[in-house]
């Protein structure tokens, strides 16, 4: 499956942006989808992950309760809305799909597609 996120850009702490990452090549639909984001000489990091149905979700600590993980199967599109940023939040974010149909995976090794990531900055 190939992924294309978009929507990142700059915004000024506790304000808010929606990315987006469109897929295609596969039945979407039956994969579960996350988001992962990696900042400035840190290793990637878990965000959110969404199962197949959307019906299920799954978030880091960091983000509980600030960032939300949907999806439109129609639209081939995960989203991820992010409110009350923190400076902590810049970094790339990317999607990623998951290896096996049917699950909701939260760690790197659980995702065999990924996107080539979108920028995100708060600014203090």
């Known amino acids: 499956v190939q992924l294309q996120a978009f929507g990142g850009g700059l915004v000024q702490a506790g304000g808010s942006l929606r990315l987006s990452c469109a897929a295609s090549g596969r039945t979407f639909s039956s994969y579960g989808m996350g988001w992962f984001r990696q900042a400035p000489g840190k290793e990637r990091e878990f965000v959110a992950a969404?199962?197949?149905?959307?019906?299920?979700?799954y978030y880091a600590d960091s983000v509980k309760g600030r960032f939300t993980i949907s999806r439109g199967n129609a639209k081939n599109t995960v989203y991820l809305q992010m409110n009350s940023l923190k400076p902590e939040d810049t970094a790339v974010y990317y999607c990623?799909?998951?290896?096996?149909?049917?699950?909701?995976?939260?760690?790197?090794?659980?995702?065999?597609?990924w996107g080539q990531g979108t920028l995100v900055t708060v600014s203090s």
């Open positions: 969404i199962s197949w149905r959307g019906s299920s979700t």
């Open positions: 990623a799909a998951d290896r096996a149909p049917y699950g909701l995976g939260h760690k790197a090794a659980d995702f065999g597609s």
